[in-house]
Each structure stands twice: as structure tokens, then as C-alpha cells.
């Protein structure tokens, strides 16, 4: 169950520590001293065996101790007493309906008491599987009448039925150890996507097209424009009424004077359609006596 430092590596050697095999035929000696045919290859650095304070350690000091306890090594680390007694089980190969409790018993104990020889605390439930397994060894051992082992039955049964119980459990488990696990087998993805600079370049505009925007541009203005309609300020029949009350006052009237400067373009337009109306009417004349001279209007009544 452990190996130490005073027993490996010391099988292979005599008494005197030499090796069985003659100098000249030992490969060990070969490598160690080679041959002048190999005088010309390159020779290996040798390798640091250990960083003591970040300084490389090359040979072994000789003043170096290490203690037989040191080198003792468990190979086997078991979970609780059914875990050792299954292991003990599968190692010869045999069912566990079948298993033999004397032998079982004997090399349960043995680990256990080399646990104890080195310094390992023991769980209670070890010792007291240990007290168990004792009891059913002396009872398979000592001699029971017939009546009695008839109504006992076996001795075995309850610790046969605890590690089957326990094996199904510890299967389970495995095969739910053996199930893909997050972070474990399965690592999540977790990339952040590169940043692009989009460089959109200005677009090549002509003459020509910006002229044929723009006159799209001022075909759909005119779509929207809005035509306002206003009343008259001036009216004709009101101008008509004007010219005839000023020629009733006077017998001649200057056309000049009816023309209103406040008025503007429109009070002209007003005024000349009114005298055409009224000359059409057959109301008024028109009287100029010079070429050239001044207009004046005069009533016919």
C-alpha cells in the first residue's frame, strides 16, 4: 500500500551495489562515457532538477537529508469504509454475494492499522465497520447449531445488501460525473464582435444632375402652392356713382382729377372702366379742345 524511500530502487543491486551486468556491456556506462566517435556532437545544457529562490539547483548538496517518512506515498484514498471494502472486493475479482468475510476482514484491518502507524486520524465509521466486520467473521466462525443458523440466516446479508446499495449509488454518481458539465467540458462562448469603421465616401455629384433636382424640387412647390382670392377694394359701380355726383356740381369735370394717387394702378383701372361704362351708357362725353390738351368729361343730361 505505500512506498518508501529505503526500498525503491534497491532490488536490482548486490550487496556492494554494483549492477550484475559487466562495465563494458552497461548502457548506463555507455551513456556516461561515451565513445570518441561521438566527441563531436554538440553537448546538451544540463537541466536544473529544482528553483530554490529563483536560482536553478544542478547538483544535489551532500549535506541534503530526507527522512523514510517523507517518501511514503498512499496510492489508494477511499471515500469512507463501504468504498474500502468494495475496492477490497473488485480487486480479487469476485461477486459480492460470494465474497469470503475472514479474508476481507484481515486485509480491512491491515489498512486500517497502517493508517494508524502513519499518524492518520481515523473516521469513527471506520472503526466501527472494523467492529462489524469482526462480528461477522466470529460469528461465521464459531460453530451454531442448526436451529440457530436457521433462524439467523446469514451473517453476511445486511453487509451485502449496504454495498450493493452503496454501489449503485457510487455508479450514479460516475455516470452522472461523466454527463458534459458547464465550465468543465463545456466552456461558453463569450467574444465581443470587432469594432468597424464604416467610411461612406461623398458622392460624385454633376451639374446636370443637381439642375434636374431642382427643377423636380420646384415642379412639386408649385403642387402646394395656395391661390388667395381677395376682395375689391374699389368698385366700378361706386366710381360710376362718383363721376356722376362731381359732374352734376360741375359742367366740367378734368379727367385727371379723378384719379385718387392713394388709389394706385388699381384706382386707374377703376376709373377708366367706369367713363367706358358710362360712355357706353350714352351718359357722358368726352371734350378736349386742344390736340393734346387736357381731358374733361361733361354730362349729357
Do not use: C
Amino acid at each position: 500500500m505505500t512506498i518508501t524511500g529505503t526500498d525503491a530502487g534497491t532490488d536490482n543491486l548486490d550487496p556492494q551495489g554494483e549492477s550484475d551486468s559487466p562495465p563494458e556491456n552497461n548502457p548506463l556506462n555507455q551513456q556516461l562515457n561515451p565513445t570518441d566517435e561521438n566527441t563531436g556532437a554538440p553537448e546538451q545544457p544540463e537541466l536544473p532538477f529544482a528553483f530554490v529562490a529563483g536560482e536553478a539547483i544542478t547538483e544535489v548538496p551532500k549535506d541534503l537529508y530526507i527522512p523514510p517518512d517523507a517518501l511514503e506515498v498512499f496510492l489508494e484514498a477511499f471515500e469512507g469504509p463501504l468504498d474500502l471494502l468494495l475496492y477490497l472486493i473488485k480487486r480479487q475479482n469476485i461477486d459480492i454475494l460470494d465474497i469470503n468475510v475472514a479474508d476481507i476482514t484481515d486485509q480491512y484491518m491491515a489498512y486500517v492499522e497502517l493508517m494508524q502507524a502513519s499518524q492518520f486520524e481515523l473516521a469513527a465509521e471506520y472503526l466501527v465497520m472494523a467492529a462489524m466486520l469482526a462480528e461477522i467473521k466470529s460469528r461465521i466462525l464459531l460453530p451454531r447449531q442448526e436451529e440457530e443458523e436457521a433462524e439467523e440466516g446469514d451473517p453476511r446479508m445486511q453487509l451485502i445488501m449496504r454495498l450493493q446499495e452503496y454501489e449503485r449509488f457510487k455508479q450514479a454518481a460516475e455516470d452522472l460525473d461523466g454527463l458534459p458539465r458547464m465550465d468543465r467540458d463545456i466552456n461558453r462562448a463569450t467574444a465581443d464582435l470587432p469594432i468597424i469603421e464604416r467610411i461612406t465616401p461623398d458622392p460624385e455629384v454633376s451639374l446636370d444632375e443637381i439642375l434636374v433636382a431642382l427643377s423636380g424640387v420646384l415642379r412639386r412647390a408649385d403642387m402646394f402652392e395656395h391661390h388667395h382670392i381677395q376682395f375689391e377694394t374699389l368698385s366700378t359701380r361706386e366710381k360710376m356713382s362718383d363721376i356722376m355726383v362731381r359732374l352734376s356740381e360741375h359742367k366740367f369735370v378734368p379727367l385727371a382729377s379723378l384719379l385718387a394717387k392713394d388709389e394706385g394702378r388699381l384706382g386707374v383701372v377703376v376709373t377708366f372702366l367706369a367713363v367706358m361704362e358710362l360712355m357706353k351708357d350714352s351718359m357722358i362725353e368726352i371734350v378736349q379742345s386742344d390736340p393734346f390738351g387736357p381731358i374733361h368729361l361733361k354730362s349729357r343730361s
